[in-house]
T-cell receptor
Framework: DVKVTQSSRYLVKRTGEKVFLECVQD?????MFWYRQDPGLGLRLIYFSYDVKMKEKGDIPEGYSVSREKKERFSLILESASTNQTSMYLCASCGLVSYNEQFFGPGTRLTVL | GENVEQHPSTLSVQEGDSAVIKCTYS??????FPWYKQELGKGPQLIID?????GEKKDQRIAVTLNKTAKHFSLHITETQPEDSAVYFC????????????FGKGTMLLVSP
């Protein structure tokens, strides 16, 4: 059974802080994704990665960076958190095959004060 | 890029009624259309998907239909139950190991007993 875990369910940070959101998957999936979810806006892709040390920008990468040093771990970094980055962050993973299901973690609700 | 529109944004039905959620997509090259269900406090989970080489797919009480000419697809839930209450997301992509999903904005379904 695929499991995607995220380091925190809830996180409160101050404006200007550097924030790390961690995601780990246990199914040896090649692809990993970071989304943000806001009411009325659905799921928007921030960054994704096809392999270790590879990263691709999604639809809303501004203000974020990512790191994938190991296949099972994908980190989202907010270099200098701002209040407009208050949101639910969802990590997902899937295998490198066509028509593949994305498996999501439970999400991290980040509040930036 | 792909754009997915989803309607309605909220849907309230009585237990036992049917529910229909509709999505349209813009990129005629898209050939994979999954539906995800997100329960409160959890990440989205795939419930059904359809590929462009079929027009309809059923799985017990849920079904998805696809009209490639009109570029729209729909989720049908029959005999709704309170546990169907959740947020539902449609998505579209060109299915390959390196593709990403474009999600609709979501529909909150509330099934009243």
């Amino acid at each position: 059974d695929v499991k995607v875990t995220q380091s925190s369910r809830y996180l409160v940070k101050r404006t200007g802080e550097k924030v790390f959101l961690e995601c780990v998957q246990d199914m040896d999936h090649e692809n990993m994704f970071w989304y943000r979810q806001d009411p009325g806006l659905g799921l928007r892709l921030i960054y994704f990665s096809y392999d270790v040390k590879m990263k691709e920008k999604g639809d809303i990468p501004e203000g974020y960076s990512v790191s994938r040093e190991k296949k099972e771990r994908f980190s989202l970094i907010l270099e200098s958190a701002s209040t407009n980055q208050t949101s639910m962050y969802l990590c997902a993973s899937c295998g490198l095959v066509s028509y593949n299901e994305q498996f999501f973690g439970p999400g991290t609700r980040l509040t930036v004060l | 890029g792909e754009n997915v529109e989803q309607h309605p944004s909220t849907l309230s039905v009585q237990e036992g009624d049917s529910a229909v959620i509709k999505c349209t997509y813009s990129d005629s090259a898209s050939n994979y259309f999954p539906w995800y269900k997100q329960e409160l406090g959890k990440g989205p989970q795939l419930i059904i998907d359809i590929r462009s080489n079929v027009g309809e797919k059923k799985d017990q009480r849920i079904a998805v239909t696809l009209n490639k000419t009109a570029k729209h697809f729909s989720l049908h839930i029959t005999e709704t139950q309170p546990e169907d209450s959740a947020v539902y997301f449609c998505a579209a992509s060109w299915a390959s190991g390196y593709s990403t999903l474009t999600f609709g904005k979501g529909t909150m379904l509330l099934v009243s007993p």
